[in-house]
């Protein structure tokens, strides 16, 4: 049992936050940005993140969001994705996901906070219009009724994250009994920085992944397992108690 030693205490994990990144997804044949998954067509993933690399070539940075899109469109929920959902049956539960997959979402989770945008989303990088992607756009790069380049509404390298939904993600961390995280690197700020809003709330924080990240010598407990495996594992220590 990768949790027998919280049997005892689960009781009093009354509000679950979790903080999810590309890892939780990897199960479902989603990449993950670093390490071998980190490079799509031979480019450094992490150098197409940024407005810079958008404007120097907005045609190649559509067409790895394109891609991306239609495998996520095509991809289904994991196990992991699916216990966190169904803890909702014990517990106060919210994820805070780095993801732009909406996998989260599909599970059933009815709590989600994207940190980081969505794969669905669009807006113009001039005026103030934004929307969903309703069908493929029949040009590269889309245009905005105002004549600019349309973009995808996700954060990149630099940009701040949509400020109410991370003010409500610190709220969250804020309030937490146990924080899971799970599948994330953690070297991303101000995401990284969740963990230390749980702290100041005495948080448990167990961690998920089966590499060592930045922060795990803060962790309570370190699972050194795939999210797939080890989550519902978790759930069920709620069904047995
Ligand atoms: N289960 C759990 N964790 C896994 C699994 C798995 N099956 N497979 C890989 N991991 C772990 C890796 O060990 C790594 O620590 O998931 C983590 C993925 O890290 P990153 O690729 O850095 O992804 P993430 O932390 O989500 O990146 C943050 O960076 O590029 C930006 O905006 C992008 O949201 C992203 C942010």
Known sequence: MMFESLKDQIKNFQKIVFVTGAGISQESGIPTFRGKDGLWRNYDAMKLATIDAFYDNPRLVWEWYNERRSNIFSASPNDGHKAIAELEKFADVVVLTQNIDG????????????????????????????????????????????????????????????????????????QSDLMIIAGTSLVVSPANTLPIYAKQNNAMLIEVNPEKTEMSSEMDVTIRNTSAKALPEFVSLFKTN
């Open 103 to 174: 996998l989260h979402q599909k599970a059933g989770s009815t709590n989600v906070l994207e940190l980081h945008g969505s794969i669905v989303k669009i807006k113009c990088t001039v005026c103030d219009f934004h929307n969903e992607i309703m069908t493929e756009f029949s040009e590269n790069p889309p245009l905005c009724k105002c004549g600019n380049i349309l973009r995808p509404d996700v954060v990149w390298f630099g940009e701040s994250l949509p400020q109410d939904v991370w003010e409500k993600a610190i709220i969250h961390a804020n």
